[in-house]
């Protein structure tokens, strides 16, 4: 073999050497890499699955206030209140859940509204679901659909968040990005929104009718409060009652005429099971505003 041969085999056996010290160092990089991604994630673990994981904010309610102005914030809240509602919600519940549930569509949707505003059924909607979710197993979604004139955050006392319109708008995409939990437990609301020119026409669209029907699917054993206009003079009220399973029909003693509550509740659904409340009732000096008088049964019995 020539010199210049020897030379050749030398720098060839010089490079194989060197392309083996390089592998060699790459595959031990590689086994620290993969060892540290695989010690970075904890085995504990798990996939994150919320359905309202997405929404972040929280209503913190004042409890004080609210006991102080006639809301059932607590086992503490006046015991003539807790005791009245305790009647009621039972047999929206039983008819929720029970037999009754299978004569019902969406029978875990109830409709809060009056013949007239200021009648009260803000106050009935908002202690009904109180109530249910103090005392119940049962989470409950409390829904301000009065989009002509929202009350919720005010009487709950909190700052005016996206909602209802901003959802049937399609502005807000997600149902979970509108329900909001609180500071209780088992109760979530959805706000009103902020106003429309629209509002009327958007409670009687295609997508509101889409949104009691998810509501009722995807949350079945979750009761759905909606605070919803008055009956007489909103032709969209009589359309929502087509979406649910039951309607509470608020009636201020002394002052709504009977007249007005027969033509309110004639407008409504005739398959829906129809409660009224007598609201605003004088029981003494101490305690001027209550209720007690409640009828429930079907439209068409």
Do not use: W
């Amino acid at each position: 073999m020539s010199t210049i041969e020897k030379a050749l085999a030398k720098q060839k056996l010089a490079q194989q050497e060197k392309i083996t010290n390089i592998t060699e160092h790459e595959v031990e990089n590689e086994a620290i890499v993969s060892k540290t991604t695989s010690t970075s994630v904890p085995e504990t673990s798990e996939p994150v699955n919320n359905k309202e994981s997405c929404n972040k904010d929280k209503i913190i309610l004042n409890g004080d206030r609210l006991n102080e102005r006639g809301f059932i914030y607590s086992p503490d809240s006046a015991h003539h209140i807790q005791e009245e509602f305790r009647h009621i919600k039972r047999k929206l519940l039983n008819n929720a859940f029970g037999l009754a549930s299978k004569t019902l569509h969406n029978s875990n949707l109830i409709m809060v509204t009056s013949s007239h505003p200021n009648e009260g059924k803000t106050y009935i909607a908002i202690n009904l679901a109180l109530s249910i979710a103090l005392e119940q197993d049962k989470t409950v979604l409390l829904i301000d659909a009065d989009v002509l004139r929202p009350s919720l955050h005010r009487e709950l006392e909190f700052d005016s968040k996206k909602g209802l319109l901003e959802y049937l708008l399609a502005e807000v995409t997600s149902l979970s990005d509108i329900i909001y939990s609180t500071n209780i437990e088992n109760l979530k609301l959805i706000p009103a929104g902020k106003p429309h020119h629209l509002t009327n026409e958007l409670l009687a669209s295609e997508r509101m009718e889409s949104l009691a029907k998810e509501l009722a699917e995807r949350y079945p054993d979750r009761i759905v409060i909606f605070d919803c206009p008055p009956i007489l003079g909103v032709t969209e009220t009589p359309v929502l009652s087509d979406l649910v399973g039951q309607a509470l029909i608020v009636v201020e003693e002394s002052k709504t005429k009977t007249d007005d509550v027969k033509t309110a509740v004639s407008q409504l659904n005739n398959d829906i099971a129809i409660g009224l409340v007598m609201n605003k009732t004088i029981r003494s000096k101490k305690d001027i505003y209550g209720y007690y008088g409640y009828g429930y049964g079907r439209k068409n019995q």
